[in-house]
């Protein structure tokens, strides 16, 4: 045992240790202990890698992992790289991972590098994506929907790669802001349509793959790019390969329907490429003067500005329907923020309001016993060539002669073609059970949305049946149905004309938007499910003899300028009864195992399932989803009247802004409409005046307040 002096000659001899070296000890203790304590991660970085596991259905392989807190910095989580408490990469790739990959990426303000790539990750990419990444790889997964705008956001991004996914539909105009991008694969997915514009900014761009896909139109966007590596092979490209593209060093373009022959000369005032530089010199060799190299070229521009007259007359649509098939027709609505509109947008919104509503008015004069909607209608243009009602043969077996029958208008087929670029894919608006919808746009900038009913649907009573469809929907009149303004019926075609709703779908703004759309407050959804519980009221209590929808979902519930419902397919129901396949998953009432089964109580059951979509932002029928949760209803309604549950089942995009008594009194409407036998659901006008009283005490308004109805800010005042 050492002796008391010789502990103090130790004790000393520590006291005696050099100044320099007791600084420099000191310095390593406090950097050893400043590290220490900055281990623990930043909390919202936390909470977007809680709901990532909980989304991949918590994966064993993810050492450290945790559905709820954690220190992924301090605790060395597999894949997480951090500095200082902030995550900066997630690399996951090749793990063998499933579900999806959370909806709170958004939070991840500091990571720079985002792998997910060859895994089994399925349904859309999430809208929220952490927004400063400089890679992106979601390659060799099971993604599908569209590319989401919110890249549009992502201004540091140099390499983005998505192939080998399921993704389809249109790429948005979403690259003008992305002048960092060097590499870019969207390869071997189904993505289709004209390349947007906005490529036209990828002004780093050096490698662009796009091989097996389905896009059209021509490549000239990528004409000016600095492109070394260049894959566009196998798909549905035209017209021709631009010359500065065919200097490229690796470049595969098999399996388009290029062009054949010489390419036309670049447009008037354009900058001459490279092809006509070198055709100059070879001009300049053979002797030809310049005069005579200008007739030619003049005479050429003459002759193939009449062809492309005559052809363009015959056969394609005005250029403002080419224009307008750029941009993507399946596009949400966009609320935007008081703050993000310019100045003069309320002025011109109010002027455009204003001029729909006079040409509205206008078209209810021409057309007699047409009443005014309302809601925002686009009616029939004046250009278009209308049958006489009164002469027309299958007219005569509408039934005209009962009072509340209602004018409509017969439109010819040749109109109806002119006006959908011969019912062009990029004018499709949807595909349902009995039919397609297109967009028809008029030269004066109208527009009208045409079904085309499958024929096959009429078994061979297409005339007289179809008259008797016609003559119903015309007496279906409520602010909150889609109006039928026009039908057309030739060359054995059956279709119906529409208001068209540029908002597109209740679908659409909660499952389809992007990073780049404001979600729905919660005030907004209360209106939505009030006006659409007064069509639904309206048609089995008020129209005679009532009608049973059968088809009541959010991707039949419209939304116009003011985010004000109106239900579609009303009138409709007969055909339902021919179909033998499920109406939709997660809407059909239980005791529905066939169309014809369908009732008053049945549609409740569906309405329900809509009030829940709305509650909790969720797919009626979610694949993605672990087993127990894939059905909506049967996951829900056990916790509609659980409080601390309730408050797990709110749709995050609502980011906690709602009134928790409004909330609790929603999901008591929702529970009721959902009861498994149809005798114990309300009658909805029960559900009506509940959703009234929800709304008068919340000081709610039951008409949209324009664009303002959508933004965030609405639900602070209780």
């Not at 077996?397 to 017969?410: H, M, R, Y």
């Not at 060359?491 to 540029?502: C, I, K, P, S, W």
């Not at 009221?537 to 003899?545: F, K, N, R, W």
């Amino acid at each position: 045992m050492p002796s008391i002096d010789s502990f103090k000659y130790h004790t000393y001899s520590f006291v005696r240790i050099p100044s320099p070296w007791a600084l420099l000890y000191c310095l390593v203790l406090c950097s050893v202990t400043a590290n220490f304590v900055q281990s623990k991660t930043d909390s919202s970085d936390v909470s977007a890698l809680n709901v990532m596991y909980t989304s991949m259905n918590s994966p064993s392989q993810l050492d450290g992992w945790k559905s709820s807190g954690g220190d992924p910095c301090g605790q060395s989580w597999k894949g997480i790289t951090c500095s200082g408490s902030k995550v900066t990469e997630i690399d996951l790739s090749d793990l063998g991972l499933s579900g999806s990959i959370g909806y709170k990426l958004s939070g991840l303000e500091s990571v720079t590098y985002f792998d997910v790539s060859k895994n089994n990750f399925n349904g859309n990419i999430p809208y929220q994506l952490p927004p400063n990444l400089k890679l992106m790889d979601l390659s060799g997964n099971e993604f599908n929907g569209n590319v989401p705008y919110s890249i549009s956001q992502m201004t540091d991004l140099k390499e983005l790669y998505l192939n080998n996914n399921q993704l389809n539909g249109q790429l948005s105009d979403m690259f003008g802001q992305l002048s960092k991008l060097t590499k870019m694969d969207l390869s071997s997915n189904s993505l289709s349509g004209d390349l947007p514009q906005s490529f036209k900014n990828l002004s780093t761009l050096s490698t662009l793959y796009l091989q097996n896909n389905k896009f059209t139109g021509s490549i000239n966007v990528l004409s000016n790019l600095p492109l070394d590596d260049l894959n566009v092979a196998n798909n549905k490209f035209t017209g021709w390969i631009p010359n500065e593209l065919k200097n490229i060093d690796n470049i595969k373009t098999g399996g388009n329907s290029w062009s054949s022959g010489p390419a036309p000369p670049p447009p008037p005032g354009t900058k001459s490429d490279t092809r006509a530089s070198q055709s100059h010199k070879e001009n300049e060799k053979s002797g030809l003067s310049g005069v005579a190299i200008a007739g030619i070229v003049l005479g050429f521009l003459i002759i193939l500005g009449i062809v492309i007259n005559l052809f363009s007359r015959r056969s394609t649509p005005p250029p403002h329907y080419i224009e307008d098939d750029m941009l993507s027709p399946r596009r949400p609505f966009t609320p935007l923020s008081s703050s993000e509109l310019p100045s003069d947008f309320h002025a011109k919104s109010h002027k455009d309001f204003r001029e729909l509503k006079s040409f509205k008015s206008s078209s209810s004069n021409r057309i007699k016993g047409l009443q005014a909607s309302p809601s925002i209608s686009l009616k029939l243009p004046s250009s278009t060539r209308l049958q006489s009602f009164s002469n027309n043969e299958f007219t005569n077996n509408l039934d005209v002669k009962t009072s509340s029958s209602v004018a409509i208008a017969s439109y010819s087929l040749a109109d109806l073609q002119t006006a959908t670029g011969n019912f062009a894919t990029g004018r499709l608006l949807g595909e349902g059970s009995i039919g397609r919808v297109y967009r028809a746009k008029y030269a004066d900038g109208r527009v009208l949305a045409v079904k085309k009913i499958d024929s096959s649907l009429f078994h061979g009573e297409r005339g007289e049946r179809f008259a008797d469809i016609v003559s119903n929907i015309s007496k279906i009149r409520h602010p909150n149905v889609t109006e039928l303004v026009g039908y057309c019926t030739e060359q054995g075609q059956n279709m119906l004309v529409y208001e068209y709703f540029r908002n597109g779908s209740l679908h659409e703004f909660l499952h389809l938007s992007d990073d780049f759309s404001k979600p729905l407050t919660w005030n907004t959804r209360v209106r939505i499910a009030l006006g659409t519980a007064h069509a639904v009221e309206y048609l089995h209590e008020v129209y005679s003899p009532s009608c049973v929808h059968k088809n009541i979902k959010s991707s039949n519930i419209l939304l116009d300028t003011e985010l004000n419902p109106c239900l579609s397919d009303c009138g409709l129901a007969t055909f339902f009864e021919r179909i033998s396949q499920n109406l939709g998953t997660g809407y059909n009432a239980p005791e529905c195992t066939k169309p014809s089964a369908y009732t008053v109580k049945s549609d409740v059951y569906s309405f329900g399932v809509v009030m829940l979509e709305l509650l909790t932002g969720r797919l009626p029928f979610d694949s993605s989803k672990p087993r127990y949760e894939q059905y909506l209803v049967r996951w829900a309604s056990p916790q509609l009247h659980d409080i601390d549950a309730l408050a797990k089942l709110v749709d995050p995009a609502l980011h906690g802004l709602y009134p928790p008594k409004s909330l609790s009194q929603f999901a008591d409407a929702v529970a009721l409409c959902v009861q498994s036998e149809p005798e114990f659901r309300p009658p909805m006008s029960e559900v009506v005046q509940i959703l009234q009283r929800l709304v008068q005490r919340s000081g709610i308004s039951q008409r949209g307040d324009g664009l303002g109805a959508s933004q965030r800010t609405d639900d602070s005042d209780y």
